[in-house]
């Protein structure tokens, strides 16, 4: 299993619409065969960053649901949205404390 992390930046007016679009989808998303796990973050400095954070059980599970219909939905989307270029990092979890 690894973790997706995307951060992305949206214009403050763009925000409200990209919930409203993640509220509808992101059921979808996390019922996307291999995730195991879909979170969205704000930052608490910026309002206009957020970054999703999700477990996937394969890479090639992550690669499927990228070229998926879903995927292309949801991207077209969000990516108008932006007022920066967003970043994605794939990363294996070392440590986890509870």
Not at 5 to 15: D, P, Q, R, T
Not at 41 to 49: E, L, P, T, V
Request: hydrophobic share 40%; glycine share 2%; net charge neutral.
């Amino acid at each position: 299993m690894f973790i997706r992390i995307v951060k992305m930046s949206f214009h403050l007016e763009n925000i409200p619409a990209f919930l409203e679009n993640f509220k509808i989808i992101k059921e979808k998303i996390r019922n996307a065969p291999g995730n195991r796990l879909l979170e969205l973050y704000q930052d608490k400095s910026n309002k206009c960053i957020f970054f999703t954070y999700s477990y996937w059980e394969a890479e090639e599970d992550l690669e499927n649901y990228r070229k998926s219909e879903l995927f292309n939905e949801v991207w077209t989307f969000t990516k108008k949205l932006f007022n920066d270029k967003p970043e994605a990092w794939s990363v294996d979890k070392v440590v986890s404390l509870q």
